[in-house]
T-cell receptor, first 111, second 116 residues
């Protein structure tokens, strides 16, 4: 069965530091992968997506993610975080009929 | 990207009453929409897939008689929480798209339901 694992429940980084949020997926076919961000009490905003092609994808707000098939991973990165990046981040995989979300990683920014 | 509007953003209702939440795709036609429920500090749990012109498909464990879904047009799906109880209090989010390969989902802003 398809699944998405985000092993880190909560991460705190200092403003200006680099960030990497981990995501591992389990899917039998070629996965279609997403990263979404959610601010408190809000819906989800798409940061980036991978369907095919270049395994390093660029997204909005300076985020990027790298698809590594051999590791079944799709980690999200940002070279320098800003206080406004504090939010909940969800990795997701699209199956034939629906999107499956990971449990989320809450990102806090230390001033 | 496409715009999905969800209304209301917040609603408070009394136990035993029903509440309707609307999800509209403003600039595209959505044959399929999805309804999620999110508990505090948790991920999105898919409740059901709303199919235009046909019955919704509910996930295991979701009571279809309690969570009524109607998708009468290509731009509107509604979720009605019937005979609401305090345990139904939650954050409900809808999305359009994302139901097939190589497609992206667009999410509404969410509805915070509080049953008192």
């Amino acid at each position: 069965a398809q699944s998405v694992t985000q092993p880190d429940i909560h991460i705190t980084v200092s403003e200006g530091a680099s960030l990497e949020l981990r995501c591992n997926y389990s899917y039998g076919a070629t996965p279609y992968l997403f990263w979404y961000v959610q601010s408190p009490g809000q819906g989800l905003q798409l940061l980036l997506k991978y369907f095919s092609g270049d395994t390093l994808v660029q997204g909005i707000k300076g985020f990027e993610a790298e698809f590594k098939r051999s590791q079944s991973s799709f980690n999200l990165r940002k070279p320098s975080v800003h206080w406004s990046d504090a939010a909940e981040y969800f990795c997701a995989v699209s199956s034939a009929s629906k999107i499956i979300f990971g449990s989320g990683t809450r990102l806090s920014i230390r001033p | 990207g496409a715009v999905v509007s969800q209304h209301p953003s917040r609603v408070i209702c009394k136990s035993g009453t029903s509440v309707k939440i609307e999800c509209r795709s403003l600039d595209f036609q959505a044959t399929t929409m999805f309804w999620y429920r999110q508990f505090p500090k948790q991920s999105l749990m898919l409740m059901a897939t709303s199919n235009e012109g046909s019955k919704a498909t509910y996930e295991q464990g979701v009571e279809k008689d309690k969570f009524l879904i109607n998708h009468a047009s290509l731009t509107l799906s509604t979720l009605t929480v019937t005979s609401a109880h305090p345990e139904d209090s939650s954050f409900y989010i809808c999305s359009a798209g994302g139901g097939g390969m190589n497609t992206e989902a667009f999410f509404g802003q969410g509805t915070r339901l509080t049953v008192v």
